[in-house]
């Protein structure tokens, strides 16, 4: 199967010898149900075969960071690809696609593109179904020596008229694609959204919850990234409203801090987080938990219980001194968050 091949591919490092596990199997067949996902999704918010943009657009038709972020992504990643081929390093090759598609192409792009796909923003719209279309060709090619019958499938559903995508000509580097600039305002725009993501991660905000996010730019330059990206903020954030202060504007109370580069970032707890209710719930917690890690410990320093017991066993009771270590600090540094905000 696809999964097989791919994941064989994956761990196929030039003199290394290949530990086969069913769990790694199972992740990459997960992977192929993401990438037939995704082309489902994509083909559903096109437009008929006739009326699908077919023809590279003018650059000015790509007025959105997020397009031509991806096109300068991809073709670093073509010229990746094609020369790890070329020199039979094919896990570096397979590596460099998972983590393309999955986690730029579907987890940051898709995301950014989904309201112009779906007709939120019709000025957006032509160029994002051909950016995303685009994408889904050529990683379509690129995947298929690893993954063939997948890519066929998928390749046939693609719109106009299409031979066998083993005939197709493999992707080249295409060098007006390249765009420093969009990577780096991308970079940024992710590296707010995962802050804003994290924190409310840490604070048990709500996923669903729209919140208000406040953000105090240090320089001109953030300040002009946060006004022109803060539709792109927003949607991936859960974001209802992202306001901006000036340098001498009051810091808000009661809110939590993310520090950035030349940026700060508050976010409201009122309405979202009871924050005494949720300090006595956290500190119930960690006490029981203390009390089972030491519990735990004390086992596993009883020499009698070592020795006598099934490895497994004894493996078990270590996991869980890790599980628990693991719970505990995160636990510690919740609390510690929420007493900052408390004392603020």
């Given at each position: 199967t696809d999964a097989v091949r791919f994941t064989l591919a994956a761990f196929a490092a030039q003199g290394r010898d290949i530990k086969l596990a069913e769990e790694r199997i199972e992740g990459y067949r997960h992977f192929v149900n993401k990438i037939w996902n995704a082309a489902r999704f994509i083909l559903l918010n096109l437009k008929t075969s006739e009326d699908a943009v077919a023809e590279p657009p003018e650059p000015d038709?790509?007025?959105?960071?997020?397009?031509?972020?991806?096109?300068?992504?991809?073709?670093?990643?073509?010229?990746?690809?094609?020369?790890?081929?070329?020199?039979?390093?094919?896990?570096?090759?397979?590596?460099?696609?998972?983590?393309?598609?999955?986690?730029e192409y579907?987890?940051?792009?898709?995301?950014?593109?989904?309201?112009?796909?779906?007709?939120?923003?019709?000025?957006?719209?032509?160029?994002?179904?051909?950016?995303?279309?685009?994408?889904?060709?050529?990683?379509?090619?690129?995947?298929?020596?690893?993954?063939?019958?997948?890519?066929?499938?998928?390749?046939?559903?693609?719109?106009?008229?299409?031979?066998?995508?083993?005939?197709?000509?493999?992707?080249?580097?295409?060098?007006?694609?390249?765009?420093?600039?969009?990577?780096?305002?991308?970079?940024?725009?992710?590296?707010?959204?995962?802050?804003?993501?994290?924190?409310?991660?840490?604070?048990?905000?709500?996923?669903?919850?729209?919140?208000?996010?406040?953000?105090?730019?240090?320089?001109?330059?953030?300040?002009?990234?946060?006004?022109?990206?803060?539709?792109?903020?927003?949607?991936?954030?859960?974001?209802?409203?992202?306001?901006?202060?000036?340098?001498?504007?009051?810091?808000?109370?009661?809110?939590?801090?993310?520090?950035?580069?030349?940026?700060?970032?508050?976010i409201p707890l009122e309405g979202f987080v009871d924050i005494e209710e949720e300090l006595r719930k956290l500190t119930k917690e960690e006490k029981k938990l203390g009390k089972e890690l030491a519990k735990t410990k004390a086992k596993l320093k009883n020499e009698n219980f070592l020795s006598k017991a099934p490895q497994e066993i004894v493996q078990k009771e270590r996991d869980k001194v890790n599980k628990f270590q693991t719970k505990l600090k995160k636990i510690v540094s919740h609390r510690k968050t929420l007493e900052g905000v408390f004392r603020s």
């Open positions: 038709f790509l007025s959105d960071p997020s397009e031509r972020w991806i096109l300068s992504r991809l073709n670093q990643v073509t010229g990746t690809v094609r020369k790890a081929l070329d020199e039979f390093d094919f896990d570096v090759a397979a590596k460099e696609l998972y983590q393309f598609f999955w986690h579907c987890d940051w792009y898709l995301e950014l593109a989904k309201p112009a796909l779906t007709g939120a923003e019709p000025d957006r719209q032509d160029a994002a179904r051909w950016v995303t279309l685009t994408v889904l060709d050529h990683s379509l090619r690129l995947f298929h020596p690893f993954m063939p019958f997948v890519t066929e499938e998928l390749w046939h559903h693609l719109p106009g008229q299409r031979d066998h995508i083993m005939v197709a000509p493999f992707p080249r580097q295409i060098d007006a694609w390249n765009d420093a600039r969009a990577e780096d305002i991308i970079k940024q725009v992710m590296e707010v959204v995962s802050s804003i993501r994290n924190a409310r991660s840490e604070l048990g905000i709500h996923p669903g919850a729209k919140i208000i996010v406040i953000a105090l730019p240090h320089s001109e330059k953030a300040y002009d990234f946060l006004d022109s990206q803060e539709k792109a903020i927003n949607t991936l954030a859960g974001v209802e409203t992202l306001n901006l202060l000036e340098e001498g504007e009051p810091r808000p109370e009661g809110a939590a801090t993310v520090i950035l580069e030349n940026l700060e970032i508050f």
